[in-house]
């Protein structure tokens, strides 16, 4: 079958997406007080509920999937549809005009970071048997990389993986790992040699999270939930076919995952928080706060509008570029920073239009419901690299400028 | 005036940490008796109510020692009542720093000067929200009357500047030790965290704005007998405080990385009474915006009057 025009594809979407979902009520427009007024990017909700979410993810993708949008730039061999990005363009920008459930905790890690990294580095065999679950949503992978002495010196890791025979067996723990608790895949960032510089040592793994072994224990953030894990992997056996690139090369694996991460972390834009840090949100609250007159609050509001759209636009064109099949450079680090900055300044012109009312439960539409963003902000700070750490790769790799000194 | 010396000073601290960790049974007044606090007090007011309060913010103890001391400025002969602190949520009629079992009255300031109503004929709710960890109660449905008390509620809300500034700075002070040593212990890249420049640059400028919020407590102190300049000097003190713990507490939590944000570690802690505390009697938003207005209007300052009214 040939290329379908972007008119036929759109005509196509527009009819799936007819059949399986219902068109947004209204067309962005907000109504302030009216509506769920949850304003999160971390889940906090009770693990039903949040189970429930999940599901709701994984059936939706499916649909995609079996509809052919669920990887629409994808090979064909893993069940893409080996169209352009022009095509993705069009069936995303359709598909936002839909009431569709939010596919992060699939699409975020697992099919914008790990994917990339599977198809560039791992065995065509183990693509067959992983990708297709991945792209129809029966399987969530997460990113086994930090551990408590491999934070932003992530080369500096030390679980230990040993050759057996066909096998490696893999020990150590990993930390702050997003999505473990959802998730059937990992990947995994190994010690193989510790008698040659740090980046020469490393090769990475897929797991099947489901192994014997492996131990997933949930830590709480100060916004409340727990999205993020310790994970123990305990003589854990590993298959030499699950191995991504070659023995001790896993470094240059881990940059393919990293710099998909940056492109990836902004790309997806707000996530859960998308709706209400939007544009019709933020001017509804100016509106009901009765800050709109007040000048100082003008501008920052004004200044958030325009630093959101330059950022869409950059991180859209990224995030693109990567679906495609190139890696980002490292100026997608400039992303990264523009994604944190903005939420993070979105949150503190909702508290300086709220007031101090976003400090205390008193039940007020749309006021207290601001903190859990406000609290979860610094996370953007700090996760997906640093900020310290993106300035640095800015400086370093895309200035030119000479390394600090050891 | 700083009587206490540097020797002494570290003494009646340590004393401090050790009551705001006692936790047996006994309660606070009796462990600051025990102390001879009234006594330092007598002896040092500035020193004594700085260092309480100080101390009291590192612990991130939730007390009504506050009260005392606000109480104690409005009219000494009235210590034991609570105090309705000015509302800075939408709902209720103000703010308590804890539930009025062991008290009688309690003071409330409004627009022409304080009045004493019956403690148990108020309504409460634990103000819950951001700071889950605080005693605090909101006092919900109407006030019930009561009688006109004498005293300078403008006086009293300045000394009560005073010390939640102290509290501030503590609360910050705690926030930056600890955000010392994490940096120091953790290595990344073969060394201590804290030798990268972009890490250690945010720990001096939290150290920065202690100080300087450090110091407009001092000068406010300098002024504290003078009923002119003393309002408008607390309140720059606590506006300073205020946007101290914002600038102290977003870096300490950035330089922990991820152990910042864990529930696992103590840091939120300082992250949620800090932000609290900045609300308590004006956040330096509100300070420096109604500083401002009367700056420009030529009006004496009667902060409480205009923060009251303007909450919606």
Known sequence: MSTPSLADFADEARAFLDAHATPRASDGAVVWGEGPDRVTYFSDEPFEVEQANVQAARDWQRTRFENGFGW????????????????????????????????????????????PTMLAHARPEINEQYLPAMFRGDAIACQLFSEPNAGSDLANVQTKAVRDGDDWVLNGQKVWTSGAQHAQ??????????????????????????????????????????????????????PDTHRMGEVDDGWRVTMTTLLNERASVGGEGAGPATRPTSRANLLAMLKATGRDTDGGVRRDFARVIADQAATEYLTSQMMRRARAG??????????????????????????????PRMLADTGDWGTFSWNELLLGTPAFRILGGTEEIMKNILGERVLGLPKEPA | ???????????????????????????????????GWDEVVNEDPETATTMLFIEQGRALASTSLLDDVVVGALDPALTGHGVLYPSFTSVGAGVLLGPVDDLERVLVPDARGVRSVPAAALELRPLGGFDRHSAWQVVVGALPDGERVAGDWVAAEAAGRRAVSAEIIGVCRAALDLAVQYTRDRRQYGRPLGSFQAVRHQLAESYAAIEAAASALSAAWTVSADPALAPWAARSAKAKAGSAQDVVLRRTVQVLGAMGLTEEGPMHRFVERGATLDQLLGSHGQLVEQTGRDLLTGTPAHPVVQIWEDTP
């Open chain 1, 72 to 115: 629409i730039t994808g090979p064909k061999q893993y069940g893409g549809r080996e169209l352009s990005i022009a095509h993705d363009l069009v069936y995303d920008g359709l598909e936002a005009g839909y009431d569709v459930p939010d596919t992060g905790v699939i699409s975020l890690i697992g099919l914008g970071m790990i994917a």
């Open chain 1, 185 to 238: 895949l990992g990947m995994a960032v190994c010690r193989t040699n510790t008698s040659v510089p740090k980046h020469k040592g490393i090769t990475t793994f897929l797991i099947d999270m489901s192994w014997e072994g492996v131990d997933v224990r949930p830590l709480r953030q100060m916004s409340g939930g727990a999205e993020f894990n310790e994970v123990y992997l305990d003589d854990v056996r590993v």
């Open chain 1, 326 to 355: 190139d890696l980002p450079g490292p100026e997608a680090s400039v992303g990264k920073l523009m994604f944190g900055q903005n939420l993070t300044r979105i949150a503190h012109l909702a508290a300086e239009m709220t007031g």
């Open chain 2, 1 to 35: 005036m700083t009587v206490l010396d540097t020797e002494a000073r570290a003494a009646v601290a340590e004393s401090l940490r050790d009551v705001f960790a006692d936790d047996s049974a006994r309660d606070l007044a009796a462990r600051l008796d025990e102390l």
